[in-house]
């Protein structure tokens, strides 16, 4: 149960959960935030961007922020936290996974809910770019997921001393047929408009540098039209090009719940009850959850909403819970 200082109530008026769920993307003012940009080169040769906010000191904490599916570093939750953890002196580095930083990355492979190796090359450039600095890493869906998965993979050896992961899609197939369902089809077509954009930026741009394997991996994809749902998606354009055999082997290999019990990072995990992408049945199970994971179901809070205050004066639980919390961990 959540201690009453912990619990979440909605603005007056944006109790349901497609109203939280939205108000971050449509109505949210931007935070402006100075960043500096990072170009990480990975072991493949393809690269990561990181955008870093915050105190230079070689000891502040440093805190990882992973974004959702479609997002980036600009998504109004990342901005957010960034600006939230700033304001305490703390600092941040949002990563932007593979393309997700307004260029294509340069090799077919896409970034997924399962990419748990990128994550794993960033802590460890993390680590001794600042080895003073108390390191915390914080994601939201996707980037929750890939995070758990992480933590689960690694146990005691995660590279990170807390982590917070919100708005999990704990089973990818499961949530792949809950966003098929009733409103939530407006998120999936969303979804689907965004990833096909961005399988298309990257033909345009291995077009360009002349990337025959790129090119080749991609036509070995087929047709990219009449895909409507998340199975279609994941099926026929996720799974071929990073090495799954279909969308049900990248959802049984990539989903989070399956890695929860080797967890060995103190983690705090934030959930909506009313999170329209999620089945109340792909929550974890008490029993599932390691001793050092502190799991929070809160009643109302969309997908990564979790807005309070009112219309005229919005807050944003998040930005003060997940300091909180990680602040405690680095006292422990």
């Not at 993390?126 to 998965?149: E, I, Q, W």
């Not at 979804?191 to 991609?218: S, T």
Request: aromatic share 10%; glycine share 10%.
């Amino acid at each position: 149960m959540s201690h009453p200082s912990e619990r979440f109530i909605p603005a007056f008026g944006l109790g349901n959960p497609h109203l939280q769920t939205l108000w971050g993307p449509l109505w949210r003012k931007t935070t402006h935030l100075q960043r500096e940009r990072e170009r990480l080169w990975l072991e493949d040769g393809d690269f990561l961007d990181l955008d870093w906010h915050g105190p230079h000191s070689i000891d502040a904490p440093l805190v990882l922020v992973l974004h959702g599916l479609t997002g980036s570093s600009n998504s109004p939750y990342v901005a957010g936290i960034q600006k939230a953890l700033g304001d305490r002196g703390w600092a941040s580095v949002a990563l932007n996974w593979r393309g997700c930083s307004g260029e294509p990355n340069l090799l077919p492979r896409s970034y997924h809910s399962g990419a748990s190796e990128d994550l794993a090359e960033t802590i460890r450039h993390l680590r001794a770019k600042r080895p003073l600095a108390p390191l915390f890493a914080v994601g939201y869906s996707l980037g929750g997921n890939v995070l758990l998965k992480h933590l689960g993979e690694t146990g005691s050896a995660s590279g990170v001393l807390g982590a917070v992961a919100v708005s999990v899609p704990f089973r990818l197939d499961q949530c792949a047929d809950r966003i098929g369902q009733g409103f939530s089809k407006v998120y999936q077509a969303h979804f689907m408009r965004e990833m096909l954009a961005y399988i298309k930026n990257k033909q345009r741009q291995f077009q360009h540098d002349g990337r025959e394997d790129g090119l080749a991996a991609i036509a070995a994809l087929g047709s990219l039209e009449n895909m409507r749902t998340f199975w279609d998606f994941d099926g026929r354009v996720t799974a071929p090009l990073n090495g799954f055999a279909d969308a049900e082997d990248y959802y049984r290999r990539a989903s989070s719940r399956y890695f929860l019990g080797e967890i060995r990072t103190p983690t705090l995990i934030i959930q909506a009850a009313d999170d329209p992408f999620v089945f109340p049945h792909s929550l974890p199970q008490t029993q599932e959850l390691s001793a050092c994971t502190h799991f929070e179901l809160q009643a109302k809070g969309g997908h990564v909403g979790f807005v309070d205050g009112s219309f005229r004066q919005p807050g944003y639980y998040l930005e003060r819970r997940i300091p909180q919390w990680l602040a405690t961990v680095a006292r422990e």
